[in-house]
């Protein structure tokens, strides 16, 4: 059974330092600003997405798609 605990903390250990390392280098790329400005872009880019598939145009195309659909599945 010690066996065990030990191996259980020995792997708890490696983990956490794992997770210490990963976090670390995580930071050092969100504080780099060419790193900053493709997460900025990134962003822009999905607002424009979302604002483009939430307009009024694109739920009336859906509509309209979504009509085809339905019609031609009754035939």
Request: aromatic share 6%; proline share 3%; hydrophobic share 40%.
């Amino acid at each position: 059974m010690a066996g065990r605990a030990d191996k259980a903390a020995a792997f708890l250990k490696s983990g956490g330092d794992k997770a210490k390392a990963g976090g670390s280098k995580i930071y050092a790329l969100a504080k780099d600003p060419e790193m900053q400005a493709k997460a900025m872009k990134l962003l822009e880019d999905g607002k424009k997405m979302y604002r483009a598939a939430t307009s009024p145009e694109a739920k009336q195309a859906y509509r309209q798609a979504a009509e085809i659909i339905n019609k031609a599945r009754k035939k």
